[in-house]
Nanobody, 116 residues
Framework: QVQVVESGGGLVQAGGSLRLSCAAS????????MGWYRQTPGNQRELVAI??????TRYADSVKGRFAISRNSANTVFLQMSSLKPEDTAVYYC???????????WGQGTQVTVSS
């Protein structure tokens, strides 16, 4: 099993910044990528940003230039969110992708609320 713990959410005014952290523990062998997704009520979970173990990154068009994903180890990633907008309000989930079972593990989510 892989345990995934997120932290760093909260309430911020539009234009402000927040930094989310995600740490994976347990059976972290074979991690291929870690990423952030977000979900609002009634909508599907969507990709925000992802980083592979090789350091390649991918972002949703809506956050390019404002969010930055980074890592300081094979099992810890961060999401620096700047110039936040009310439409960034969502529950943010960290995902750990592995090449072996379990292929995907999720954290419990952290709420990000951006006030206008």
């Amino acid at each position: 099993q892989v345990q995934v713990v997120e932290s760093g959410g909260g309430l911020v005014q539009a234009g402000g910044s927040l930094r989310l952290s995600c740490a994976a523990s347990g059976n972290i062998f074979g991690i291929s990528a870690m990423g952030w997704y977000r979900q609002t009520p009634g909508n599907q979970r969507e990709l925000v940003a992802i980083i592979t173990t090789e350091g390649s990154t991918r972002y949703a068009d809506s956050v390019k230039g404002r969010f930055a994903i980074s890592r300081n180890s094979a099992n810890t990633v961060f999401l620096q969110m700047s110039s936040l907008k009310p439409e960034d309000t969502a529950v943010y989930y960290c995902n750990v992708a592995r090449a072996v079972y379990p292929y995907n593990s999720w954290g419990q989510g952290t709420q990000v609320t951006v006030s206008s």
